[in-house]
């Protein structure tokens, strides 16, 4: 599904931002970064898109694995629509 006005990109440039902002302030060698970066590739994708590389998850690492990324991704997918819907344009 595609969103209004590019949101879909707007998400992805936000998620980014978010996550280049982090960076600076992380430990990047952790395994609670690497998860966060996969989260946040899996959120900067279309609805479409995501679908696919979470049913690939699912049939590699299994289903808990696939939910659990799925509903991060979604987490961060709204808060960046949050941050957007404050952001004066």
């Given at each position: 599904m595609l969103l209004p006005n590019g949101l879909d990109q707007r998400i992805a440039e936000t998620i980014s931002s978010t996550i280049e902002g982090e960076r600076?302030?992380?430990?990047?060698a952790s395994p609670a970064?690497?998860?966060?970066?996969?989260?946040?590739?899996?959120?900067?994708?279309?609805?479409?898109?995501?679908?696919v590389v979470l049913s690939h998850i699912a049939?590699?690492?299994?289903?808990?694995?696939?939910?659990?990324?799925?509903?991060?991704a979604g987490e961060m997918r709204t808060t960046a629509i949050f941050f957007l819907a404050r952001k004066p344009s």
């Open positions: 600076k302030h992380a430990d990047t970064w690497r998860e966060r970066c996969e989260v946040a590739e899996i959120a900067m994708l279309a609805d479409s898109e995501r679908r049939s590699r690492r299994g289903e808990t694995a696939a939910s659990t990324l799925a509903h991060s």
